[in-house]
T-cell receptor, first 109, second 112 residues
Framework: GQNIDQPTEMTATEGAIVQINCTYQTSGFNGLFWYQQHAGEAPTFLSY??LDGLEEKGRFSSFLSRSKGYSYLLLKELQMKDSASYLC??????????WGAGTKLIIKP | TAGITQAPTSQILAAGRSMTLRCTQDMRHNAMYWYRQDLGLGLRLIHYSNTAGTTGKGEVPDGYSVSRANTDDFPLTLASAVPSQTSVYFC???????????FGDGTRLSIL
């Protein structure tokens, strides 16, 4: 079966750095997406990785290792507004997204 | 503002009744999707459409139907609602394969 694993909840301090991990087992791979979802709102797109390595976008970076079935989202200089759930999703061989349950990130002052 | 509009925002529905959730996008995206999101679970795909005139079944299609008469609209119908269909429903669209999906604000549906 297809499976996406990510931690249920993480806590970090304002101004710090946090890394959210995602491991996956899917039938085929056509890219990995990270989304941010604030409570009661819609998911919004953060990043896309299809090749191994690090993609940087301002305070957010995403890393992919296809051989290990592993990705992480790195958030730097954390702000209170970064408190949200972070969703990892993998596009399988049928170009359908398989979603993890999300990691709830709590930022403390 | 360009994007995806879902209606209604929320609804309480008696079991056995039918309901259509509406979704309209103005980005001229080819692909559209319906998901349900339940606590502790990832988004689960109900139905999708790669282009106007075509639809496909996702992971959890039972009890739901869709149509795609044109590019902009992708309604989701529950023919006879059951309590297990209580969920938050998100409509999304994308330009195509490997492209990010853009989400509507969701419909919170409670079946009693």
């Amino acid at each position: 079966g297809q499976n996406i694993d990510q931690p249920t909840e993480m806590t970090a301090t304002e101004g710090a750095i946090v890394q959210i991990n995602c491991t996956y087992q899917t039938s085929g791979f056509n890219g990995l997406f990270w989304y941010q979802q604030h409570a009661g709102e819609a998911p919004t797109f953060l990043s896309y990785n299809v090749l191994d390595g690090l993609e940087e976008k301002g305070r957010f970076s995403s890393f992919l290792s296809r051989s290990k079935g592993y990705s992480y989202l790195l958030l730097k200089e954390l702000q209170m507004k970064d408190s949200a759930s972070y969703l990892c999703a993998v596009m399988d061989s049928n170009y359908q997204l398989i979603w993890g349950a999300g990691t709830k990130l709590i930022i403390k002052p | 503002t360009a994007g995806i509009t879902q209606a209604p925002t929320s609804q309480i529905l008696a079991a056995g009744r039918s309901m259509t959730l509406r979704c309209t996008q103005d980005m001229r995206h080819n692909a559209m999707y319906w998901y349900r999101q339940d606590l502790g679970l990832g988004l689960r795909l109900i139905h999708y459409s790669n282009t106007a005139g075509t639809t496909g079944k996702g992971e959890v299609p039972d009890g739901y139907s869709v149509s795609r008469a044109n590019t902009d609209d992708f309604p989701l119908t529950l023919a006879s609602a059951v309590p297990s269909q209580t969920s938050v429903y998100f409509c999304a669209s994308s330009r195509g394969d490997n492209q990010p999906q853009h989400f509507g604000d969701g419909t919170r549906l409670s079946i009693l």
